[in-house]
């Protein structure tokens, strides 16, 4: 059972351009969403995340938006740079369970020229 | 670099063989976790450890298991090896009352032929 679906499988940006990965839960006990990014050959690295608290968090070029009542987050990338190109997993933490996460199948993002 | 090593890089192996990967988290960090990625399954979680005692199990087979060594590396076994298995393994770690901060090591690749 996947309790975290991502969306798209794959992204083609240009250079400038917003990349925007959703991703949406079913189970309502999530209390942490991480975004992790990841290069080739390299384990994923924490990007950027957000409680259910808040609607918005951004850092730099990175937001995370929320929509609790929809059970839905995405992240948005703004000003899309070659250097982004990587796989990005959204995932999710279920409360009382230490620090298990559960991620998203993952996006791979191409950013052109 | 995230500061977690895992070796080795690459294992290739046959069938019904076991094999152990090792993994040395960030220094001072007292949890570590196990998951494994393979393109059909995306990251799954696996196995987490804290200060040597198992704190938390995932979808973990039976012919798998691990271990937190009182240096803080971990250890995952995987036995009876099948086709199957063949998959990016990955270790993090984390600060001990922060694990919502996981930093991954870069991964052992798995090949069983």
């Known amino acids: 059972q996947q309790q975290v679906k991502q969306s798209p499988q794959s992204l083609i940006v240009q250079k400038g351009g917003i990349s925007i990965i959703n991703c949406a839960y079913e189970n309502t006990a999530f209390d942490y969403f991480p975004w992790y990014q990841q290069f080739p050959g390299k384990g994923p690295a924490l990007l950027i995340a957000i409680r259910p608290d808040v609607s918005e968090k951004k850092e730099g070029r990175f937001t995370i938006s929320f929509n609790k009542s929809a059970k839905q987050f995405s992240l948005h990338i703004m000003d899309s740079q070659p250097g982004d190109s990587a796989t990005y997993f959204c995932a999710a933490r279920v409360t009382g369970t230490a620090s298990k996460l559960t991620f998203g199948t993952g996006t791979r993002l191409q950013v052109t020229l | 670099d995230s500061g977690v090593t895992q070796t080795p890089k690459h294992l290739i192996t046959a069938t019904g063989q076991r094999v152990t990967l090792r993994c040395s988290p960030r220094?001072?960090?007292?949890?570590v976790y196990w998951y494994q990625q393979s393109l059909d399954q995306g990251l799954q979680f696996l196995i987490q450890y804290y200060n040597g005692e198992e704190r938390a199990k995932g979808n973990i087979l039976e012919r798998f298991s691990a271990q937190q060594f009182p240096d803080l590396h971990s250890e995952l076994n995987l036995s009876s090896l099948e086709l199957g298995d063949s998959a990016l393994y990955f270790c993090?770690?984390?600060?001990?009352?922060?694990?919502?901060?996981?930093?991954f090591g870069a991964g052992t690749r798995l090949s069983v032929l």
């Open positions: 220094s001072g960090d007292l949890s």
């Open positions: 993090a770690s984390s600060v001990a009352g922060r694990g919502n901060i996981q930093y």
